[in-house]
């Protein structure tokens, strides 16, 4: 945790802000980034999604910035993080972290109500605008995910996965077994393993290895040489 110290005399207005991401030196370089900004207060820095639940329970927020892909914690990561920090903080503003360049995760962070969105390729002063958009209600996208959104429709052989399809997709591909998928999005083993059937069946895959093949080449995981910083052992 960050310490939550009190707000300078000098400042009248201050947005309260929760950290959330699983690689110390995006953490560090976010910290670098607004702690020299009057109108931000960093009150909690987490690493993974049961630390942020509870700093959102103890600490006042205004606005979250949490990474997508961050796994490890109670609370999952990615769209059901983020869906389970829209149904239980609805009033917290929230900007979503990410690596990856998929048009189908960023469509369905936008469908699920999260529409503050910064690439981690992009300049890290982009973080200041979206934390000051979001907490006014706006919308704001870095120019990777803008770009993205503009250039990213489906092929017209193509139908778009759900929001759930993705998911399951995305956490297969990651390396995790059906079991473990299901036990991570709370639903049944059968639930999840006919989600990745129907999400192989809309993109045309033949089998799981074209399917892992298929999430690294349109960016729903992130591959090995564009991952922003190794993981602590």
Avoid: W
């Amino acid at each position: 945790m960050h310490g939550g110290e009190p707000v300078s005399a000098g400042n009248q207005f201050s947005i309260k802000v929760v950290i959330a991401d699983d690689h110390p030196t995006v953490l560090g370089g976010l910290v670098h980034t607004l702690e020299p900004v009057g109108t931000i207060q960093i009150v909690a820095i987490c690493h993974n999604s049961t630390e942020l639940i509870a700093a959102l329970r103890t600490q006042p927020c205004d606005v979250i910035v949490s990474d997508y892909a961050m796994p490890g914690g109670e609370y999952s990561d990615g769209l059901a993080l983020f869906e389970y920090l829209r149904r239980n903080f609805p009033k917290v503003g929230i900007v979503a972290l990410t690596v990856m360049d998929s048009p189908a995760v960023i469509r369905a962070l936008i469908a699920a109500g999260v529409t503050t969105i910064l690439s981690k390729s992009d300049a890290t002063g982009h973080i200041i605008t979206a934390i000051h958009s979001s907490y006014a209600g706006g919308s704001y996208l870095s120019p990777t995910i803008e770009q993205v959104v503009n250039n990213g429709e489906p092929r017209a052989n193509q139908q778009p996965l759900s929001p759930r399809e993705l998911e399951v997709a995305r956490l297969f591909a990651s390396g995790l077994s059906m079991t473990e998928i299901a036990k991570r999005l709370n639903r049944s083993k059968q639930t999840v393993s006919t989600q990745k059937t129907m999400a192989m069946r809309k993109l045309g895959v033949a089998n799981d290895v074209e399917l892992i093949r298929y999430a690294i080449e349109s960016g729903l995981i992130a591959s090995p040489q564009t991952s922003d910083a190794p993981k602590d052992k």
